[in-house]
């Protein structure tokens, strides 16, 4: 009895597919009959909007765990760095995405900034704050840009391009004045060095990324003394 099950489970299995039901066509068998929808209920599914230029919208799942809905253009646009952007649009991209860090929804110039960000998220070591750190996951980068030396960027009022320095081809770096708003009757400066890069080979070859990105006078005492390794 167990042999002649194990026979017929071969057979079927060399068949690739089920065994042919008793009394019906082989050819017959299996076929579904699509299901008519009722033109009421197709209403409730829901279905991407699209903008008046055909433009459809999308969820797009943040690092920052929120969920927003954009246009591809729109996600293009605001997040992504561009080829047509030079060194200086890069760093001014950046810079008015932090000045409005809100803006559509909170820490959306942190996530610009991430986007910008030119490390490797494996590496553990990353100094792209001028000291150690593991950026691989975008909320340790957002909390960084909450503390003491790297707030004033958030919301600030102005921002001066300072001196520069050609590196290299593809290396430069630019230092820039952050001016915060009037609180409490006292305004804070604060100046900054951007380290940008340009790919060279692959898909963003020609493209502008931040390096890095350091605070003047930054010694981390806010830590107390204690390496940051995991913020």
Request: charged share 25%.
């Amino acid at each position: 009895m167990l042999g002649t099950a194990l026979k017929l489970e071969v057979k079927h299995v060399r068949g690739c597919g089920a065994a042919p039901r008793p009394g019906i066509h082989p050819s017959k068998q299996w076929r579904h009959k699509p299901v008519a929808r009722d033109s009421s209920s197709s209403s409730s599914t829901p279905s991407p909007s699209s903008s008046q230029d055909g433009d459809v919208e999308k969820l797009v799942f943040l690092g920052s765990g929120d969920v927003v809905s954009m246009t591809s253009r729109q996600r293009k646009k605001e997040l992504w760095p561009e080829l047509i952007y030079s060194r200086e649009d890069a760093i001014m991209r950046q810079l008015e995405a932090l000045k409005n860090n809100n803006e559509p929804y909170v820490d959306h110039g942190v996530e610009v900034l991430y986007r910008f960000a030119d490390f490797d998220p494996f590496n553990p070591r990353c100094k792209y704050f001028g000291r150690q750190f593991d950026l691989g996951q975008f909320e340790r980068f957002r909390r960084i840009m909450h503390t003491p030396p790297y707030a004033p960027l958030l919301g600030h009022e102005s921002a001066v391009m300072l001196s520069s320095l050609q590196v290299s081809e593809r290396v430069f770096k630019q230092r820039v004045l952050i001016q915060t708003p009037d609180r409490g009757g006292e305004k804070e400066e604060k100046v900054y060095e951007f380290t940008m890069a340009q790919r060279l080979g692959g898909v963003y070859c020609g493209y502008w990324f931040t390096q890095s990105l350091v605070a003047d006078d930054n010694d981390w005492g806010f830590m107390a003394g204690a390496p940051p390794r995991r913020l």
